[in-house]
């Protein structure tokens, strides 16, 4: 209707009805917006709005298009319109009733509709986000709390291996005092420990001081607080009473060592840092008891190792001394024997000694020449048997020799052949014995203890050859020192022995045949003479004693 054109001014949908549903107006921009427009009835079914109407069989009651209609006064909504493609619009309808027509105006508030609920969602975006910042703070509380909790932990393990792993107390406390250090930037820490008038320095950390052994007191406010157990803090300009003031304040931090009930030493920590102590008064606590017994069981250990170091001191002194009175007792007792031996034998031989020489004198008187020459032979025989036992008496004496136990100058090459003249009954048609002597000095020695020496050498060397053999002797003299090599081709000495063979009672002969104390003797013989005595051997090739003597 031409009447109503003037609607087409307007920049809103506008649409006339007529009655209940005759749609006789629809302006430019309805016809624009709603294009897709058939009948009021589709239109209408397609527009929603939040009123609940009263419950009605009537389904167009349920449209504000309607409602807008049947309503007897103007009416206003707020609509949403859904078009084919599923997009959906937001309108205020407003009607205006003249007469038998209702004037609809539709406003587009979608904009305004997506600005609300945009800004709803930015509220409840914002709220989401300061509680996600809320919890993000949260979090990251706990994890500095985890963090922190982490790094004492790990600190106090670290200390716990290091007291567990070590019994030496200069590195348990070296290792305490350079992670406390660390952890609190330390440019000095210590430990102390409790004396009869204050503290001890025993251990340092830190920049270039010794401090070692230097006696230090603190207030007696701080004293107070150390014998209840608490850990001293404080900004101090000196560290300790007496001491030369710092010439800025420094962080003073002091940790009781505890055993028990008794404080056993303070720890010492200054720092340039200023910073709250919270969590690390709990570190230091548990590092605080640790180290008490840490300290205590390595004072105990050291005590029990310098207890056994003497102990195994005074066994190996006693072992040296029973050996000692061992080889004294068997030199007495064979000083006797030989001496009963040698006045045995002398009487005889001085009797067969007074035959052979009248002997040679009536000798002289036989007239028959053949009688003569076989009673000539048999007196020469007999002097030199007289002669031989003679030499081996006198030998005997020279060995045992139990008046030269002062040091006297000696000739070592004849101390090894008179020695060699004792055992010949050894070496007698089954050794053969290379003498390689080089030109060397007389040495202040015992001469009656290397014979014995040389004479255990040269025994077991003549026992381990079981048939035939040699034994090569040499001596030289370089160095200062003279070195006596024995080496023989016998059966040799298992590996696995070496290093037992110079100890007092081991034996690889039969039962009977050794005691095991020849060689563990003779170490102590050459010992006494400062040298030292080495053995090399192999199984099936041969033994080789070499002696050195250091002749300065």
Same mark, same amino acid.
């Not at 589709?42 to 349920?62: G, R, T, V, W």
């Not at 004037?103 to 904009?111: A, E, G, P, R």
């Not at 048609?429 to 203890?449: A, R, S, V």
């Given at each position: 209707?031409?009447?109503?054109?003037?609607?087409?001014?307007?920049?809103?949908?506008?649409?006339?009805?007529?009655?209940?549903?005759?749609?006789?107006?629809?302006?430019?921009?309805?016809?624009? @917006?709603?294009?897709?427009?058939?009948?009021?009835?589709?239109?209408?079914?397609? &527009?929603?709005?939040?009123?609940?109407?009263?419950?009605?069989?009537?389904?167009?009651?349920?449209?504000?298009? =309607?409602?807008?209609?049947?309503?007897?006064?103007?009416?206003?909504?707020?609509?949403?319109?859904?078009?084919?493609?599923?997009?959906?619009?937001?309108?205020?309808?407003?009607?205006?009733?003249?007469?038998?027509?209702? +004037?609809?105006?539709?406003?587009?508030?979608?904009?305004?509709?997506? #600005?609300?609920?945009?800004?709803?969602?930015?509220?409840?975006?914002?709220?989401?986000?300061?509680?996600?910042?809320?919890?993000?703070?949260?979090?990251?509380?706990?994890?500095?709390?985890?963090?922190?909790?982490?790094?004492? +932990?790990? *600190?106090?393990?670290?200390?716990?291996?290091?007291?567990?792993?070590?019994?030496?107390?200069?590195?348990?406390?070296?290792?305490?005092?350079?992670?406390?250090? &660390?952890?609190?930037?330390?440019?000095?820490?210590?430990?102390?420990?409790?004396?009869?008038?204050?503290?001890?320095?025993?251990?340092?950390?830190?920049?270039?001081?010794?401090?070692?052994?230097?006696?230090?007191?603190?207030?007696?406010?701080?004293?107070?607080?150390?014998?209840?157990?608490?850990?001293?803090?404080?900004?101090?300009?000196?560290?300790?009473?007496?001491?030369?003031? =710092? @010439?800025?304040?420094?962080?003073?931090?002091?940790?009781?060592? %505890?055993?028990?009930? $008794?404080?056993?030493?303070? #720890?010492? #920590?200054?720092?340039?840092?200023?910073?709250?102590?919270?969590?690390?008064?709990?570190?230091?606590?548990?590092?605080?008891?640790?180290?008490?017994?840490?300290?205590?069981?390595?004072?105990?250990?050291?005590?029990?190792?310098?207890?056994?170091?003497?102990? $195994?001191?005074? *066994?190996?002194?006693?072992?040296?001394?029973?050996?000692?009175?061992?080889?004294?007792?068997?030199?007495?007792?064979?000083?006797?024997?030989?001496?009963?031996?040698?006045?045995?034998?002398?009487?005889?031989?001085?009797? +067969?000694?007074?035959?052979?020489?009248?002997?040679? $004198?009536?000798?002289?008187?036989?007239?028959?020449?053949?009688?003569?020459?076989?009673?000539?032979?048999?007196?020469?025989?007999?002097?030199?048997?007289?002669?031989?036992?003679? @030499?081996?008496?006198?030998?005997?004496?020279? %060995?045992?020799?139990?008046?030269?136990?002062?040091?006297?100058?000696?000739?070592?090459?004849?101390?090894?052949?008179?020695?060699?003249?004792?055992?010949?009954?050894?070496?007698?048609?089954?050794?053969?014995?290379?003498?390689?002597? /080089?030109?060397?000095?007389?040495?202040?020695?015992?001469?009656?203890? #290397?014979?014995? !020496?040389?004479?255990?050498?040269?025994?077991?060397?003549?026992?381990?050859?079981?048939?035939?053999?040699?034994?090569?002797?040499?001596?030289?003299?370089?160095?200062?020192?003279?070195?006596?090599?024995?080496?023989?081709?016998?059966?040799? +000495?298992?590996?696995?022995?070496?290093?037992?063979?110079?100890?007092?009672?081991?034996?690889?002969?039969?039962?009977? !045949?050794?005691?095991?104390? /020849?060689?563990?003797?003779?170490?102590?013989?050459?010992?006494?003479?400062?040298?030292?005595?080495?053995?090399?051997?192999?199984?099936?090739?041969?033994?080789?004693?070499?002696?050195?003597?250091?002749?300065?």
């Amino acid at each position: 209707m031409k009447k109503f054109d003037f609607f087409n001014q307007y920049r809103d949908p506008v649409i006339v009805i007529k009655g209940y549903e005759d749609v006789v107006f629809k302006n430019n921009t309805f016809c624009r @917006k709603f294009s897709q427009f058939t009948n009021i009835r589709k239109f209408a079914h397609k &527009m929603n709005f939040e009123m609940c109407p009263i419950d009605s069989e009537n389904i167009d009651l349920y449209s504000p298009i =309607f409602q807008a209609i049947i309503s007897k006064q103007n009416f206003f909504a707020r609509v949403s319109y859904a078009t084919l493609q599923g997009d959906i619009s937001y309108y205020d309808l407003t009607s205006v009733k003249r007469g038998d027509y209702t +004037i609809i105006f539709l406003t587009d508030v979608s904009s305004e509709i997506l #600005l609300q609920d945009n800004e709803k969602e930015q509220i409840k975006y914002k709220s989401k986000l300061e509680e996600l910042q809320q919890e993000n703070e949260e979090l990251r509380e706990i994890r500095q709390r985890a963090q922190s909790q982490a790094f004492r +932990i790990a *600190l106090i393990n670290k200390v716990s291996n290091i007291i567990r792993e070590s019994m030496d107390i200069s590195i348990i406390l070296h290792s305490v005092l350079r992670e406390l250090s &660390m952890m609190f930037g330390c440019f000095k820490a210590y430990y102390a420990s409790s004396g009869k008038v204050g503290f001890e320095i025993q251990q340092t950390y830190g920049e270039d001081f010794n401090y070692t052994g230097n006696i230090i007191t603190f207030d007696n406010s701080v004293m107070d607080k150390l014998r209840k157990r608490e850990v001293s803090t404080s900004y101090s300009l000196s560290e300790y009473l007496g001491a030369e003031p =710092f @010439k800025q304040s420094v962080l003073r931090v002091i940790v009781p060592i %505890f055993h028990l009930q $008794k404080m056993i030493g303070v #720890l010492v #920590l200054l720092s340039y840092q200023k910073r709250e102590l919270n969590e690390e008064l709990e570190i230091l606590d548990a590092v605080s008891s640790q180290l008490g017994n840490a300290l205590i069981r390595a004072e105990l250990y050291k005590k029990n190792a310098e207890n056994v170091k003497e102990l $195994k001191q005074t *066994l190996e002194e006693l072992k040296a001394t029973q050996l000692q009175l061992i080889n004294s007792e068997k030199m007495a007792s064979l000083g006797q024997l030989v001496a009963g031996i040698a006045h045995e034998i002398n009487t005889p031989v001085a009797s +067969i000694k007074s035959n052979n020489e009248i002997l040679s $004198k009536l000798i002289t008187q036989l007239d028959q020449p053949e009688l003569k020459d076989m009673f000539t032979q048999i007196n020469s025989i007999d002097s030199e048997a007289i002669k031989r036992i003679s @030499k081996i008496v006198v030998s005997l004496k020279k %060995f045992v020799r139990l008046d030269e136990a002062e040091l006297q100058e000696a000739n070592i090459n004849k101390e090894i052949d008179l020695t060699l003249d004792l055992i010949r009954h050894e070496t007698k048609n089954k050794i053969e014995i290379e003498k390689n002597y /080089g030109d060397i000095p007389l040495i202040k020695c015992y001469p009656n203890m #290397l014979n014995q !020496v040389f004479t255990n050498i040269l025994i077991n060397a003549c026992q381990a050859i079981e048939n035939e053999g040699k034994i090569v002797i040499t001596t030289e003299f370089k160095n200062d020192s003279l070195v006596i090599k024995f080496k023989d081709n016998g059966c040799g +000495i298992a590996k696995e022995n070496l290093d037992k063979i110079f100890t007092a009672g081991f034996t690889t002969k039969g039962v009977g !045949v050794g005691t095991g104390l /020849g060689l563990a003797i003779s170490q102590k013989i050459i010992d006494k003479h400062n040298g030292k005595i080495v053995v090399n051997s192999e199984v099936g090739k041969g033994t080789e004693f070499i002696i050195t003597l250091n002749c300065q």
